[in-house]
């Protein structure tokens, strides 16, 4: 069972699936590649999953592998994260960022307000 | 494997400077990174961009009390004329990559 509890706050028992959404209107995510990251409370940043711009080729941390799915729609300039399995340790605010690779590197140039997540019964 | 060390803490007075590091992992000398700031209770916002040469993107809006810089596998991020609202953790992030954070005061 999930349950919103409050805008951008989302409750999730164990074993529990649930789908993420970001967009935004004023930012452009097409012809980027777009991750999720995640910061458990009182916790720094940590990477998650990414897509490329054309949504071929996925990458996870291990930690959420065979667990996570990234997707993006750009008609609707979104992007998605299906999280299965949860977990307690899975408890985290997610963000949703864009990333701006080139000149051989990436930087993540746009955070999303991000969604707390808890996994508990 | 590309790790990215940053202070735990720093801190500085109101109207002082402060110089944050972030240092490159052996063999990831010429990578990329960029700086977040985290105020309390908000989420990250993407400060500005570093390449090896010293050069630098910033984010919309981020004031010129921010600059960055660079040397070797080590960027610096330099605020200026500090103010209250720059109390927050400081985040360097390269691919992907986080530092564990500096926890900027300001006195």
């Known amino acids: 069972e999930v349950q919103v509890v409050e805008s951008g706050v989302i409750l999730v028992q164990p074993g529990g699936s649930l789908r993420l959404s970001c967009a935004d209107s004023g930012i452009t995510f097409s012809n980027y590649w777009m991750s999720w990251v995640r910061q458990a409370p009182g916790r720094g940043l940590e990477w998650v999953a990414a897509i490329d711009q054309r949504g071929s080729e996925k990458n996870y941390v291990g930690s959420v592998k065979g667990r996570v799915t990234i997707s993006r729609d750009d008609a609707k300039n979104s992007v998605f994260l299906q999280m299965y399995s949860l977990r307690a340790e899975d408890t985290a605010v997610y963000y949703c960022v864009r990333e701006n690779r080139g000149g051989g590197g990436s930087s993540f140039d746009y955070w999303g307000q991000g969604t707390l997540i808890t996994v508990s019964s | 494997q590309l790790v990215l060390t940053q202070s735990p803490s720093a801190s500085a007075s109101l109207g002082a400077s402060v110089k944050l590091t972030c240092t490159l992992s052996?063999?990831?000398?010429?990578?990329?990174i960029a700086w977040h700031q985290q105020q309390p209770e908000k989420g990250p916002r993407y400060l500005m961009e570093?390449?090896?040469?010293?050069?630098?993107r910033k984010g919309d809006g981020i004031p010129d009390r921010f600059s960055g810089s660079g040397s070797g596998a080590e960027r610096y991020l330099t605020i200026s004329n500090l103010q209250s609202e720059d109390e927050a953790d400081y985040y360097c992030?390269?691919?992907?990559?986080f530092g564990g954070g500096t926890k900027l005061t300001v006195l």
């Open positions: 052996n063999g990831h000398s010429s990578y990329v």
């Open positions: 570093i390449k090896s040469d010293g050069s630098q």
């Open positions: 992030q390269s691919w992907g990559t």
